[in-house]
């Protein structure tokens, strides 16, 4: 009978060691809130930049309508592209075989990678997903869903100036 009375007044002790360790107030709830916060922390601390990396900023469009290349129009070979920066986005100057210079937005209408000119194809190519674009900037093949967007383009004294109205 002894035996059976201290078993219970130790399972008793027991319960009342862990109900005081669980009340509000009591140092191990302070510790257990204490390392929470801290792994919380730790935690928001890894996301952020990963998040700021997959959000991109936002970014306003130049409001220049036009843009001065710092090239010759002689210095264009013929059949070639030249990247070039029209406010925040990159652009692309093409002389086409017979001479005639045309220019577009170098951002791809796919996912927005930069497009290049591909001599031996003669056409305009994105190579991430493989997408391309004639000399008139449609959308011929791979992935773009629409064309590039055309600039027009102007010699004056050899210096060549693009502008977004055609």
């Given at each position: 009978?002894?035996k059976?009375?201290?078993?219970?007044r130790e399972a008793?002790?027991s319960?009342?060691?862990?109900?005081?360790?669980l009340?509000?107030?009591?140092?191990r709830?302070?510790?257990?809130?204490?390392?929470?916060?801290?792994?919380?922390?730790?935690?928001?601390?890894?996301l952020?930049?990963?998040?700021?990396?997959?959000?991109?900023?936002?970014?306003?469009?130049s409001?220049?309508?036009?843009?001065?290349?710092?090239?010759?129009?002689?210095?264009?070979a013929?059949?070639?592209?030249?990247?070039?920066?029209?406010g925040?986005?990159?652009?692309?100057?093409?002389?086409?075989?017979?001479?005639?210079?045309?220019?577009?937005?170098?951002?791809?209408?796919?996912?927005?990678?930069?497009?290049?000119?591909r001599?031996?194809?003669?056409?305009?190519?994105c190579?991430?997903?493989?997408?391309?674009?004639?000399l008139?900037?449609?959308n011929?093949?791979g992935?773009?869903?629409?064309?590039?967007?055309?600039?027009?383009?102007?010699?004056?004294?050899?210096?060549i100036?693009?502008?977004?109205?055609?």
């Amino acid at each position: 009978m002894r035996k059976q009375s201290e078993s219970a007044r130790e399972a008793e002790r027991s319960r009342d060691v862990q109900a005081a360790q669980l009340r509000p107030g009591s140092r191990r709830s302070f510790i257990d809130r204490l390392i929470g916060t801290g792994i919380g922390g730790i935690v928001l601390s890894a996301l952020y930049p990963v998040v700021q990396f997959l959000i991109p900023p936002a970014t306003r469009e130049s409001a220049k309508a036009s843009v001065a290349l710092s090239l010759a129009a002689e210095d264009v070979a013929s059949n070639t592209g030249t990247i070039f920066k029209f406010g925040s986005q990159p652009g692309i100057l093409v002389r086409m075989p017979d001479g005639e210079l045309r220019a577009f937005s170098a951002v791809c209408t796919h996912l927005g990678c930069t497009v290049q000119y591909r001599s031996d194809l003669r056409h305009i190519w994105c190579a991430c997903h493989n997408g391309h674009f004639d000399l008139n900037g449609v959308n011929v093949g791979g992935p773009p869903p629409r064309p590039l967007d055309r600039y027009g383009v102007h010699v004056l004294e050899g210096r060549i100036s693009v502008s977004r109205d055609l």
